[in-house]
């Protein structure tokens, strides 16, 4: 249980995601300190102060630029920095590059920080995480990515629009790799506790699955060729996963961390499963039930990432 009455959040990186991050922890007053560090200094002061000028108008938030020795009493360490895939770099290039910089960003961390806890946001967010957790030394379960908690958020948001039905009936996951091989779970979804197909049934609507899981994979890659980035979806996803560590409310979320041994061919790979989460990180790790192709495609997911691993944090 929390043992402090003063809620701060380090946000490490000031670019569009830790901003949009910085944002909405503020707006949601879900820490009562945020602090924004980059190695643009100027550009991490800018984002605090605008932010911090709007707190007039709401609540009384302390929004501000600051270096790594703030991440000493931080109940809570986010890492956001890293570099956009740029035209021609191939993803293993652009993972070497991030999982370099979250290298570095850790080991200052680690100078000032003693046991912290860490959400791991920067792309690719499963390999990040991984390497988090490695120069850290931390415990796999205060090293916790991001994972799919996104990729489950526009799951579920495609699958309401499909059913016309309020977003918060709907229980289904996207677990794995946050990316190409992430795995849609149609067989234990539900609907305000009725079966999805049951459902879908009831109310005469066709659910084209392989489409669904199309669209959700590329959800990102969609907004990206419209506007150019996208900020606001993972904001929002991480002031929830923010949101049940802060309240320490056991709350289960789809997120990434280094799985142990029990969980046999996934061992040693950060991928997302079902996680309920508190004030210490990850409490306990979840088996969603899934059908044998569900299974085999988990299986495929993870041995993905294991030699993409083995390449990018080599």
């Known amino acids: 249980m929390k043992k402090s009455h003063k809620d701060k959040i380090v946000v490490v990186g000031a670019g569009n995601v830790g901003e949009a991050i910085a944002y909405t922890l503020m707006v949601r007053v879900q820490a009562n300190d945020i602090v924004l560090v980059d190695v643009n200094e100027d550009r991490a002061k800018g984002a605090a102060l605008d932010i911090a000028h709007g707190t007039s108008f709401f609540k009384q938030v302390w929004v501000r630029q600051g270096g790594y020795e703030e991440c000493a009493d931080a109940q809570m360490i986010i890492i956001t920095a890293g570099i956009a895939r740029k035209p021609g770099q191939t993803r293993l290039d652009l993972a070497k590059t991030n999982v370099s910089i979250v290298k570095s960003i850790t080991e200052n961390i680690m100078k000032y920080a003693k046991n912290p806890l860490i959400l791991v946001v920067s792309n690719p967010a499963d390999i990040t995480t991984m390497a988090v957790q490695q120069v850290s030394g931390l415990p796999a379960e205060r090293v916790i990515g991001s994972g799919t908690s996104l990729d489950t958020a526009r799951f579920r948001y495609i699958l309401s629009e499909k059913?016309?039905?309020?977003?918060?009936?709907?229980?289904?996951?996207?677990?794995?790799?946050?990316?190409?091989?992430?795995?849609?779970?149609?067989?234990?979804?539900?609907?305000?506790?009725?079966?999805?197909?049951?459902?879908?049934?009831?109310?005469?609507?066709?659910?084209?699955?392989?489409?669904?899981?199309?669209?959700?994979?590329?959800?990102?890659?969609?907004?990206?060729?419209?506007?150019?980035?996208?900020?606001?979806?993972?904001?929002?996803?991480?002031?929830?996963?923010?949101?049940?560590i802060m309240k320490d409310d056991n709350a289960l979320l789809p997120v990434a961390h280094v799985l142990d041994e029990s969980f046999g061919e996934w061992a040693g790979v950060a991928i997302s499963l079902p996680c309920r989460l508190g004030w210490e990180g990850i409490v306990q790790t979840h088996r969603i039930p899934m059908d044998e192709n569900e299974k085999k495609l988990m299986d495929h997911s993870a041995e993905l990432l294991k030699e993409f691993a083995k390449q990018a944090l080599a």
Do not use: C, W
């Not at 677990?175 to 009725?194: C, K, M, R, T, W």
């Not at 079966?195 to 959800?219: F, H, M, S």
């Open 163 to 244: 059913l016309h039905v309020n977003i918060e009936d709907i229980n289904a996951y996207i677990l794995g790799e946050h990316g190409d091989s992430q795995v849609p779970i149609y067989s234990s979804a539900n609907v305000g506790g009725f079966p999805l197909e049951e459902y879908a049934g009831q109310v005469g609507a066709q659910l084209d699955k392989k489409a669904i899981a199309e669209r959700t994979k590329n959800g990102g890659a969609e907004v990206i060729k419209l506007k150019g980035a996208t900020f606001y979806g993972i904001a929002m996803a991480v002031s929830n996963i923010v949101e049940t």
